[in-house]
């Protein structure tokens, strides 16, 4: 999925679930966490991107935005579990 696409996929997540005809999270908000998807679209799979989406989605709806960088911890919390570790593991010494 395109990163643009993804925040535009964010947008009509919020907006459905916040139950408020204008959205929550306007275009500048969601723009700023394409660097994000495209991160994760490298390093995982349309799930990771969706589940990042999704992440983000409750974050927003129940609380606040998350900004760029909280926004990137929680894909990094994705991406970790299930086989795609953050670094390689070295050699542990």
């Known amino acids: 999925m ?3 696409d ?15 005809s204008d959205y929550e999270l306007d ?15 490298d390093r995982g799979d349309l799930s990771d991107v969706m589940s990042v989406i999704e992440a983000i989605g409750d ?5 606040r935005p998350p900004t760029a960088v909280e926004a990137r911890q929680i894909a990094d919390r994705i991406l970790s579990p299930g086989g795609r570790p ?4 070295g050699d542990g010494n």
């Open 6 to 20: 993804a925040a535009r996929q964010l947008r009509y997540a919020v907006a459905s679930r916040s139950g408020v």
């Open 2 to 4: 395109h990163p643009s």
């Open 27 to 41: 275009h500048w908000e969601a723009r700023a966490y394409e660097d994000v998807f495209a991160d994760v679209a």
């Open 59 to 63: 974050r927003t709806v129940e609380e």
């Open 86 to 89: 953050l670094a390689d593991g």
